[in-house]
């Protein structure tokens, strides 16, 4: 009320500027919700899901020949596990990929250690068919591959990690696109933006995806990013994965998870690996140093460390990504031809060693 009595009127700009801002929202909103809906009925029809003794399992098979699993990292689910395997069905492979707990239709409740991640997934082979595959592990993804080959020596005929753990996490977080999406809350309407940009801005997703977990100089993510634009696999491949962790809601207990099963991993002599083992990690990788992860692997009898240069912690991208993943489905095919050699002192191994298939 004014010191007269009278109820004080805005102006009609103000009404009009409110007006203005609330269809604006409503319209937002709309687009958002959309969006969504779409996203999360494209994942559900992409999968199916099976009832195994710990609980439910997703997962997806795509391809034809030597069976392969991938297992995903955080964020991520069969979808991922998709994105990477596509590059190994175009070479030949069947590909199944799963959700581990935690993340799209798989419950937590399936198995929340990666002991029992990894025995879950072995009566998943067993039903599907699958007696031995080789297994691909994904960073994150990493520990319940190891687990797997471990505890189901019979099951894993060759192992392939990529970008895995080089110790415990300790205090640090993830590094990954996902988590600081779900770490900066903003959540879903963040990887909304981040889907708008692969749309209407990729060379400039590319860059910034090129930052995460490595030391790569600005102007070496920007030629990155534009090596990926002339190479249409490359940009499927890149937009791919950061399509992989949207939505995040279904993934948040899997992130949360992961974050908290690998503070403390277990040594790595715990573990006895027999299959052969393919270790790939870039050059500059903030968490999945060289020297950390040659130490860790060291003790893994055929075990092989190779250095992918000018690269961090995504990967296979840039200059070495046909020929990685040449030698990636040769040492599938043919484990115990491409294992012999082993890197050299300071843990480094050319990649032109893998040979092509």
């Keep these: 009320m004014s010191h007269h009595g009278r109820p004080r009127r805005f102006p009609t700009a103000f009404w009009s500027t409110m007006l203005a801002f609330a269809v604006l929202s409503l319209g937002l909103g709309g687009l958002f919700n959309g969006w969504k809906s779409r996203r999360l009925a494209e994942l559900e029809a992409g999968s199916g899901i099976t009832l195994l003794s710990q ?31 596509q590059e190994l069905i175009r070479r030949g492979c069947r590909v199944l990929a799963i959700s581990r707990p935690g993340y799209l239709r798989t419950p937590l409740e399936t198995g929340a250690t990666f002991p029992e991640q990894a025995d879950a997934i072995s009566e998943l082979l067993t039903q599907r068919g699958i007696t031995v ?36 996490l300790g205090s640090l977080p993830i590094a990954s696109i996902g988590y600081r999406l779900f770490h900066d809350l903003t959540g879903d309407i963040g990887c909304w933006i981040l889907s708008l940009r692969a749309a209407w801005s990729p060379r400039k997703l590319f860059a910034d995806m090129m930052e995460t977990g490595s030391t790569l100089r600005p102007s070496s993510r920007e030629s990155i990013a534009s090596l990926v634009m002339r190479e249409p696999d490359q940009q499927a491949f890149l937009k791919g994965l950061a399509r992989s962790v949207t939505p995040l809601f279904p993934r ?95 843990g480094k191994k050319a990649l032109d060693a893998a040979p092509s298939s």
């Design 55 to 85: 609980g439910v399992m997703e997962f997806a098979e795509r391809g034809d020949g030597p069976p392969v699993l991938v297992i995903h990292g955080s964020p991520g689910g069969y979808d991922q596990g998709l994105v990477y395997g």
């Design 133 to 168: 595959c080789g297994v691909l592990g994904v960073s994150e993804g990493s520990d319940c591959a190891l687990e797997l080959a471990s505890r189901h020596p019979e099951q894993v005929s060759s192992l392939v990690l990529l970008s895995p753990p080089g110790g415990s």
């Design 252 to 346: 948040e207990h899997g992130i949360i998870n992961d974050n908290a099963e690998l503070k403390d991993l277990p040594q790595p002599s715990s573990l006895p690996i027999r299959c052969p083992l393919l270790v790939l990690i870039g050059e500059h990788s903030t968490s999945t140093s060289i020297e950390s992860v040659g130490k860790r692997f060291q003790t893994f009898p055929g075990s092989r460390l190779e250095v992918i240069p000018e690269i961090g912690h995504i990967l296979p991208v840039g200059a070495d990504f046909s020929r990685c993943w040449d030698g990636i489905s040769a040492f599938f095919k043919q484990p115990a031809a491409t294992s012999d050699s082993k890197p050299d002192a300071g």
